[in-house]
């Protein structure tokens, strides 16, 4: 079973890492025995609301003790950022992988952070789609699986895309993402759906967000080109740009391709 190296598109280049799980609400770093040790060491960005974390850290120390890997560092995401900041002190431990344990959520803001580092970036899936961990064919309910791949899988590259995004007042941010980007129908379900729904419901959390969005029948105005192609207009409900073309229960959105190939799906 191999881990994620992950490549975003462009001129950015980045390997999944896998992460050390922090140890705290306020990221304790508990790797001061390790520091100048030379072993190797792993970092974890957890999403507390996904992950079962007792497991989780009884699995890595396991293989932290087995291997003769340093004591992971643990770092929580909050509902603020996704995992962004969890990310960046994860980056900041300077890890020999970096481990994501938690939905397309928390993947997507670490690999975010990741990208271009050199870092290797592993999952542990814990969401509800878990769409890059499938397109990757790694197991969704097997966490000793996974993590064995984060401390010694071998290493693939994956394809990140870029998005630049300005709001309705005009503030512009760059977005970065792994499995898919989405506006108009797509981005209002994601919106519209809890996390607290998801936990509960799955992926039935977006069937009411969904039909809401359906029934409004909202069209918007798009121009757009693809590579070097001439502008085109056109009005319509959702664009999506794939990475991973499978949602849940091997639902095909888009065409077929791999999140390894270069190309994308839209």
Same mark, same amino acid.
């Given at each position: 079973?191999?881990?994620?190296?992950?490549?975003?598109?462009?001129?950015?280049?980045?390997?999944? +890492?896998?992460?050390?799980?922090?140890?705290?609400?306020?990221?304790?770093?508990?790797?001061?025995?390790?520091?100048?040790?030379?072993?190797?060491?792993?970092?974890?960005?957890?999403?507390?609301?996904?992950?079962?974390?007792?497991?989780?850290?009884?699995?890595?120390?396991?293989? %932290?003790?087995?291997?003769?890997?340093?004591?992971?560092?643990?770092?929580?995401?909050?509902?603020?950022?996704?995992?962004?900041?969890?990310?960046?002190? +994860?980056?900041?431990?300077?890890?020999?992988?970096?481990?994501? +344990?938690?939905?397309?959520?928390?993947?997507?803001?670490?690999?975010?952070?990741?990208?271009?580092?050199?870092?290797?970036?592993?999952?542990?899936?814990?969401?509800?789609?878990?769409?890059?961990?499938?397109?990757?064919?790694?197991?969704?309910?097997?966490?000793?699986?996974?993590?064995?791949?984060?401390?010694?899988?071998?290493?693939? %590259?994956?394809?990140?895309?870029?998005?630049?995004?300005?709001?309705?007042?005009?503030?512009?941010?760059?977005?970065?993402?792994?499995?898919?980007?989405?506006?108009?129908?797509?981005?209002?379900?994601?919106?519209?759906?809890? +996390?607290?729904?998801?936990?509960?419901?799955?992926?039935?959390?977006?069937?009411?967000?969904?039909?809401?969005?359906?029934?409004?029948?909202?069209?918007?105005?798009?121009?757009?080109?693809?590579?070097?192609?001439?502008?085109?207009?056109?009005?319509?409900?959702?664009?999506?740009?794939?990475?991973?073309?499978?949602?849940?229960?091997?639902?095909?959105?888009?065409?077929?391709?791999?999140?390894?190939?270069?190309?994308?799906?839209?």
């Amino acid at each position: 079973m191999d881990d994620i190296r992950a490549r975003p598109r462009g001129d950015t280049a980045m390997r999944g +890492a896998a992460l050390r799980p922090t140890q705290d609400d306020a990221s304790l770093d508990s790797r001061s025995s390790t520091l100048g040790s030379g072993r190797k060491r792993a970092a974890v960005v957890f999403n507390p609301v996904r992950v079962a974390i007792d497991q989780l850290r009884d699995v890595v120390a396991e293989h %932290e003790n087995r291997l003769g890997w340093g004591e992971s560092c643990w770092h929580k995401t909050s509902s603020e950022d996704a995992g962004r900041s969890a990310a960046e002190r +994860a980056l900041a431990d300077d890890p020999d992988v970096v481990i994501a +344990a938690g939905g397309d959520g928390t993947v997507r803001a670490v690999a975010e952070v990741m990208q271009g580092t050199g870092i290797a970036m592993a999952l542990a899936p814990s969401g509800t789609g878990n769409l890059l961990a499938r397109e990757l064919g790694l197991p969704l309910n097997d966490l000793p699986t996974c993590v064995s791949v984060a401390f010694s899988g071998a290493g693939r %590259e994956v394809d990140v895309g870029i998005v630049d995004v300005q709001d309705e007042w005009g503030d512009r941010r760059t977005r970065a993402f792994v499995v898919m980007a989405g506006i108009g129908l797509d981005a209002e379900m994601a919106e519209n759906t809890s +996390a607290v729904t998801k936990a509960r419901l799955g992926w039935f959390a977006y069937v009411r967000p969904i039909a809401r969005s359906v029934i409004a029948n909202r069209l918007f105005h798009l121009d757009y080109r693809v590579d070097e192609g001439p502008p085109r207009s056109t009005r319509a409900h959702t664009v999506i740009v794939g990475n991973c073309g499978t949602l849940t229960g091997n639902l095909l959105l888009l065409r077929t391709r791999s999140s390894m190939t270069g190309d994308w799906m839209w």
